[in-house]
């Protein structure tokens, strides 16, 4: 059982530090927005002193423009110091013009807490010596216990020497008793110094209860928020909650920023612990604008506070900076060599895309003439299959011709007519070679039936030749011959049944027609036409 109780309570903490660290960058992200635009925040503040400093040109009576000055102030008092201490001294010297005894006592307070904000602190201690506290009423002997508690914790902070710190905290806890005797243990006001004196002696959940009480009271975005948002963050480091720690001091840091309060105590805390945690980017951005604001605000005493931090994280910030450095060049170089690298792979690369590509142009070339070749096979045997065709039916009707005048040459023999016989054995044979041309014709034009058209088109217009469907001239079947691969000129002038020189003559005729050098005519010849069948 207790065993289960123990796994609880550690699976419920590591579920809440998961949901705190959560929070916490959503807040960092937050709080990187509203630093970014603390130029912002700056102009409207300036604008409000801006003006309450013109409602002071009408003002004729002293007691009016006192508590004009006093509001100013309090504008002041966390914004710029020196201004703060103008207003002060003139605040001053209309108590001692009026004799309000009351007055100058109030603004000397006044003027001895803006002086050990600023790090002046023999000039705050010696106003603090030129009173004596236990003649005041009590408002004012609260108000001098106060701001000696501040003098105090600004003092321990800016020796940070053990020597002189028990000294100045007997002394801080001395005035915070004082002031609890005055005060009505009822009020907030009490109530925050008896947190931190619980804090003091180790019950820090009791003072975190009342301190949440407090908080929770407080208008967000009011300094008195910032204030009581600080005072959580130290007790929760107390106990170890680094976390809610960081928390309170983001919304601290964030509240201050937006009031345009200089004296950001939250921002360098803050600065500290980003710096232990390893952000360090953060860290040293929060410490530069925790030392613009001191700067601004002409603080002394923090300017000190911080030099002590701002050198250790900045030196660790260049370091950071030096070593990203260092692996960027290494970066950089590995890249160089990877580009080179690249680009020796690419050079090869495009040496062998060049060798694939001329193989492709080459193996194209091959294919292409493979497939020229092919067409010649396809269109050579689809002429042997026609003329074989036609031949052996012209042989057929030949041989009986032959056959049928070798039976009447017979038989005229034997009936002994003579004559008749040499009549007809003398008879030209016009009628076999027109018929045999003519069957050519039909058969060349079945195969090329684009031919005539294609050959004119080699011709000059005026010199076209004009023929009727399915018939060739003299002229065309010479052509048409070398079409089909006849280019012997003896083979076409017996096919033909003409001279070898009457061929030659038609030839140079054609070729004289013809837009084409002569040279290459007839090769052109032998590309025209297309298969009936294609």
């Not at 002994?416 to 014709?441: A, M, T, V, W």
Request: glycine share 2%; with cysteine; charged share 30%.
């Amino acid at each position: 059982m207790k065993r289960t109780l123990w796994f609880i309570f550690f699976l419920l903490n590591s579920l809440f530090y998961l949901y705190a660290d959560s929070e916490n960058d959503s807040l960092l992200k937050v709080l990187d927005k509203v630093i970014s635009e603390r130029l912002i925040y700056t102009q409207k503040k300036e604008a409000t002193i801006k003006e309450l400093k013109k409602k002071k040109v009408g003002l004729n009576s002293l007691e009016d423009i006192y508590n004009l000055n006093k509001e100013i102030i309090h504008q002041y008092e966390t914004f710029v110091c020196d201004s703060a201490e103008q207003y002060i001294h003139e605040n001053i010297d209309i108590a001692k013009t009026i004799g309000n005894k009351e007055y100058l006592l109030e603004e000397q307070l006044r003027l001895a807490f803006v002086y050990s904000l600023s790090g002046l602190f023999i000039q705050a201690n010696d106003i603090f010596k030129s009173i004596k506290c236990a003649d005041l009423p009590d408002h004012l002997k609260a108000l001098y216990c106060w701001n000696r508690i501040r003098y105090y914790e600004n003092l321990i902070k800016y020796t940070d020497d053990v020597r002189f710190s028990n000294e100045y905290i007997s002394e801080k806890e001395a005035y915070r008793d004082t002031v609890m005797s005055i005060l009505f243990d009822q009020s907030d006001e009490y109530r925050k110094e008896k947190a931190v004196k619980l804090q003091d002696k180790g019950s820090t959940k009791e003072a975190l209860l009342i301190l949440t009480e407090i908080y929770d009271k407080q208008e967000p975005a009011s300094h008195g928020y910032a204030m009581m948002a600080m005072g959580l963050a130290r007790a929760y480091r107390l106990i170890g909650n680094y976390a809610l720690e960081e928390k309170f001091l983001m919304l601290a840091a964030m509240t201050d920023t937006k009031l345009a309060v200089k004296e950001n105590e939250a921002l360098l805390t803050l600065a500290v612990n980003l710096y232990h945690k390893g952000d360090i980017d953060r860290a040293y951005n929060y410490i530069k604008v925790a030392l613009d604001d001191a700067i601004f605000y002409n603080s002394r005493f923090k300017n000190t506070v911080i030099a002590r931090i701002h050198p250790i994280i900045e030196n660790t910030y260049l370091i950071r900076l030096e070593k990203q450095k260092q692996n960027l060049r290494f970066y950089i170089f590995l890249t160089s060599l990877f580009v080179v690298a690249l680009a020796i792979t690419l050079y090869f690369t495009y040496k062998q895309t060049k060798i694939v590509s001329r193989a492709k142009r080459h193996l194209k070339a091959m294919n292409e003439e493979l497939v020229g070749l092919n067409k010649n096979l396809d269109e050579a045997n689809l002429i042997k299959e026609k003329y074989v065709g036609y031949f052996m039916n012209q042989c057929a009707v030949y041989i009986n011709k032959l056959d049928e005048y070798r039976k009447n040459v017979n038989r005229k023999i034997k009936t002994g007519q003579i004559d008749d016989l040499y009549k007809s054995s003398s008879r030209p044979f016009e009628k076999e070679l027109e018929e045999l041309y003519h069957n050519f014709d039909k058969a060349f034009l079945k195969l090329y039936p684009n031919f005539v058209e294609k050959f004119n088109a080699l011709l000059k217009p005026e010199e076209r030749y004009k023929l009727e469907k399915d018939q060739l001239n003299t002229e065309l079947r010479i052509f048409a011959l070398i079409r089909l691969g006849i280019t012997d000129v003896g083979q076409i002038a017996v096919f033909l049944h003409y001279s070898v020189q009457t061929i030659y003559n038609y030839k140079s005729k054609v070729k004289r027609m013809s837009t084409l050098d002569s040279n290459i005519f007839e090769e052109e010849v032998k590309m025209l036409g297309s298969l009936s069948q294609k």
